[in-house]
């Protein structure tokens, strides 16, 4: 799996909008771009995906930049319960592949 | 939306014995379900594909003897810790892809395991 950068930890003040980056310069053209998070002792959550289109769904946007070398996870307004561990994850998305989770983005919120 | 439970979500065993730890799909059939590991802090490491009615795949550097994994129907998977030791005490999660909502892949809540 291609491999993608995520900065350690973010910070963000409730009711802010919150923009997570993530470079895949290796992505390649079957790539689906994922995005999960994980809050404390629980299991990673699916928050989107897409393949080159932004996206958008109730818990999130999904921007990719037009090269697909990075993508952003926008929450347009962060509240407490969003603080988490969000995962980046590049997968064909087939009926063959796996999610490989690196690091991930410690998301802070300050109320 | 798509649900994946673990049971048990907890579990203390002594070491030297086996514990189980299911994985169910509950409003979606998996052919295929993943399991996890987890150490504090770190991030999730991937054991096993576990594919219904054949054998798991195990990644490199797991032992497919002491976490035997069995996924005999299309909702329920399961892994066994046997003669577990304190090193096997960690946070193991279990995933499972919905074949029909675009193979999106749904996580578990996570079943904690310490061996004393």
């Known amino acids: 799996d291609a491999k993608t950068t995520q900065p350690n930890s973010m910070e963000s003040n409730e009711e802010e909008p919150v923009h997570l980056p993530c470079n895949h310069s290796?992505?390649?053209?079957?790539?689906?771009i994922h995005w999960y998070r994980q809050l404390p002792s629980q299991g990673p959550e699916y928050v989107i995906h897409?393949?080159?289109s932004n996206v958008n769904n109730r818990m999130a946007s999904l921007a990719i930049a037009e090269d697909r070398k990075s993508s952003t996870l926008i929450l347009h307004r962060a509240t407490l319960r969003d603080a988490a561990v969000y995962y980046c994850?590049?997968?064909?998305?087939?009926?063959?592949?796996?999610?490989?989770f690196g690091k991930g983005t410690m998301l802070l919120v300050s109320p | 939306g798509a649900v994946v439970s673990q049971h048990p979500s907890w579990v203390i065993c002594k070491s030297g014995t086996s514990v189980k730890i299911e994985c169910r799909s509950l409003?979606?059939?998996?052919?295929?379900m993943f399991w996890y590991r987890q150490f504090p802090k770190q991030s999730l490491m991937l054991m096993a594909t576990?594919?219904?009615?054949?054998?798991?795949?195990?990644e490199q550097g797991v032992e497919k003897d002491k976490f035997l994994i069995n996924h005999a129907s299309l909702t329920l998977s399961t892994l066994t810790v046997t003669s577990a030791h304190p090193e096997d005490s960690s946070f193991y999660i279990c995933?499972?892809?919905?074949?029909?909502?675009?193979?999106?892949?749904?996580f578990g809540e996570g079943s904690w395991l310490t061996v004393v």
């Open positions: 576990s594919n219904e009615g054949s054998k798991a795949t195990y």
């Open positions: 995933s499972a892809r919905n074949d029909r909502a675009g193979n999106t892949i749904y």
């Open positions: 994850i590049l997968s064909a998305n087939s009926g063959y592949s796996t999610l490989t």
């Open positions: 409003d979606f059939q998996a052919t295929t």
């Open positions: 290796t992505i390649s053209g079957t790539d689906y």
């Open positions: 897409g393949l080159t």
